[in-house]
C-alpha cells in the first residue's frame, strides 16, 4: 500500500463512487461511509495477511491495528481477544468469542476465523 493517508484514501474513493452514480446530489455521506468502510476492511485484511504470513498476531500490531480503525486507547488493551473484540466492535463486525471459548463463529466469510481457531487451541491447553 503507498504512503496514502486515511482521509485521502477515502475522500478518492468516495470520488469514484460518486463519478460512478454520475455525481448525483444527495448520496454524498453514502459514497464517503462506504469509501470508509472499503478502507477499513482493506486494512484488517492487509493485517490479518501478514499475519498469516508472519505466523501470529502481536499485542502491539494489534494495537495499532485498533488505532487506525478507531478504537480508544487501544494501547491500555492488553489481551489480545480483547484488542480483537475491540477492532470488531469498531468495524460493525459481529464479534467472535460471544459465548464459550469453544465456539467459534459462523459467518462463511469472517476474516478473524484463523486467528479465533489458535486462540482456542490456546484457551483448550
Not at 482493506?42 to 504470513?53: D, G, N, Q, T, V
Not at 502481536?58 to 492488553?78: D, M
Request: aromatic share 8%.
Amino acid at each position: 500500500m503507498e504512503n496514502v493517508t486515511r482521509h485521502q484514501w477515502i475522500s478518492e474513493a468516495a470520488y469514484y463512487k460518486a463519478e460512478a452514480r454520475n455525481f448525483a446530489p444527495g448520496r454524498e455521506l453514502d459514497d464517503w461511509l462506504a469509501a470508509e468502510n472499503e478502507y477499513v476492511k482493506m486494512h484488517i485484511a492487509l493485517y490479518l495477511s501478514m499475519a498469516e504470513e508472519d505466523g501470529a498476531m502481536t499485542i502491539l500490531g494489534l494495537q495499532q491495528l485498533a488505532k487506525s480503525v478507531g478504537v480508544e486507547n487501544p494501547e491500555c488493551i492488553n489481551l489480545k481477544i480483547e484488542l480483537i473484540q475491540s477492532i470488531q466492535n469498531a468495524t460493525h463486525h459481529r464479534p467472535c468469542f460471544r459465548t464459550a471459548p469453544g465456539k467459534t463463529c459462523q459467518e462463511e466469510d469472517c476474516k478473524w476465523r484463523s486467528e479465533c481457531k489458535k486462540l482456542i487451541a490456546e484457551w483448550s491447553r
